[in-house]
């Protein structure tokens, strides 16, 4: 008799348990958020050392739960970033300085991710996928050397080229949400696309860079 009762009292906890986190799943459908913060970005491949430099980050999401996925979901959207770096310049003549780079990108992330709400209140999720950057405008702060733009001559022979434009790579984000309203979003994003419009050894000039953003579902 006591372990009847004792394997009833399981059922009736795991079947409680189950309800609750059918409950508990996010309800299909689109919804959109909207984020800002901060941005720590850096560059890698370059032929002299870099340090990370702090920017910004704003942007858009679509979040589209799929039906009957337990909260699986796609998204897509906007971000405007700040990236960057500093680089310490020691010159042979002259006091040395530090030279800030910032470059200005819109991207457009395409993620798949997952999605939970632990209780009424508090839920986590997480996502992954590519995303795709085109160069708004940039330059070096103490040189002025612009980041997008081809120096020419008064022949119009191109003297040199900065960066290209176009960049894309892979992005992972997780957070925590409250009542399926404000979240707490990290992510990091790994450029793969080389910016360097010169190919040569040491010239894999990649972007990298981590966010720490608010968000708000609309």
Not at 71 to 98: E, I, S
Request: aromatic fraction near 14%.
């Amino acid at each position: 008799m006591k372990k009847f009762l004792l394997s009833l009292l399981c059922l009736s906890a795991l079947s409680v348990s189950e309800m609750q986190a059918i409950d508990n799943e996010p309800d299909a459908g689109l919804t959109h958020v909207v984020s800002a913060g901060m941005s720590v970005a850096n560059l890698r491949g370059w032929p002299v050392d870099t340090k990370s430099k702090v920017g910004y980050s704003v942007g858009w999401r679509g979040e589209y739960v799929l039906p009957g996925a337990a909260g699986t979901y796609v998204n897509f959207g906007l971000d405007v970033q700040m990236l960057g770096a500093k680089m310490d310049v020691k010159p042979t003549t002259g006091l040395a300085y530090t030279d800030k780079l910032r470059s200005f990108y819109a991207s457009i992330p395409l993620h798949v991710g997952y999605r939970y709400n632990l209780t009424n209140v508090w839920g986590v999720f997480a996502d992954f996928g590519p995303y795709f950057a085109c160069g708004l405008g940039g330059k070096w702060d103490e040189s002025d050397n612009k980041w997008f733009v081809r120096d020419e001559d008064a022949l119009g022979v191109p003297q040199g080229c900065d960066a290209k434009r176009f960049d894309c790579g892979l992005g992972f984000r997780f957070g925590a949400e409250y009542n399926n309203r404000l979240s707490l979003a990290f992510g990091f994003n790994w450029g793969m696309k080389n910016l360097e419009p010169i190919k040569g050894p040491g010239l894999e000039v990649k972007n990298y860079h981590t966010t720490i953003t608010v968000g708000y579902r609309l």
